[in-house]
């Protein structure tokens, strides 16, 4: 009974969080857009991860999904969607945690600068910070679908391996991706949580701060409780993955979800720490709900004004 219900949780559970991610994230990125939060550079990034963040969950995520409930992996079906999607999988996953890692640095350098920048320098180099991420990490995972996946034959069936058919491609790569997803973003994001944390402290402390500097710390709250986020929900999964996958294959479906899962908290995050996006989303909700009131208002005084006609008409007629 135990590992029946086991099972259907880890089966549902990847196409639920996807689902619901999809929604929340959308959401997000349009709360993000709108003119409250124009003026910030680090929503740039919040918006960019959003997306990303949001597509991750349709790759190795949904193939979890699939494998129990259909038996197959969408990743595995031919080697152009074994290379396409690996490929995939590995660049969104990099530009997560490393959009991550700007944002916490660019942070860094917006509350200690002395003399303010002005607001359009700000947005130039976060999109510049964004772009360049994007290139750079498609550049390094390039030799992925250069070398990587092949077919070969097993017992009459055509199978699809991840691996190159010219050199021993993994678990090398495990390595380099450890190195790019997790300790190095992980290693960066600690140094300036803890560079900004004391910074806060230091604008805590001081009395003789200008008005418009503590209203940066805000944006910092959530950019904080991400990072530490990160580094406690992601730091296992990877180094398990690493290093002992093929001991405790049983169990990386609750590690990917657990990993999978922190992508999906953006909403909630911002939700929780950001009283501007609460507040436009109770705005945003409430706009909803005076149309669906409207539109149920209207419907019903047709349907009345239908009802008034036709009784008005059959009075006529037996008259």
Known sequence: MTTSVSLIISTYYPLCLTCVTTILNSLTIFVLYQDVFRQRPAVRYMRAMAIVDMLMLYGWNLDHFFRLKFGFEVDRLTVATCKILIYLNHLLSHSSAWLRVWMCIDRFLTLNQVRQRRAIYQHRRVIFLIIFTFIALALINLPIPIFSCYSYVLKNETKIASGSPYFPLYPAWNYI???????????????????????????????????????????????????????????PPALIYAFFRLSINNTMNVLDSIKYTYHSLS????????????????????????????????FSKQRANRYK???????????
């Open 177 to 235: 991706n450890l190195m790019l997803y997790n300790i190095l973003p992980f290693t960066l994001m600690l140094i300036f949580t803890i560079l900004i944390i004391r910074y806060l402290i230091l604008i805590k402390r001081t009395s003789s701060l200008q008005q418009s500097r503590i209203r940066y710390s805000t944006i910092s709250i959530p950019i904080l409780l991400s990072a530490i986020l990160f580094c406690l929900m992601t730091t």
């Open 309 to 319: 006609t036709q009784a008005t008409a059959l009075a006529t007629i037996t008259k």
């Open 267 to 298: 909403f909630l995050i911002y939700f929780v720490t950001l009283v501007d996006f609460r507040q436009e989303v109770y705005r945003f909700l409430h706009c909803q709900c005076c149309k669906s009131r409207l539109l149920i208002t209207v």
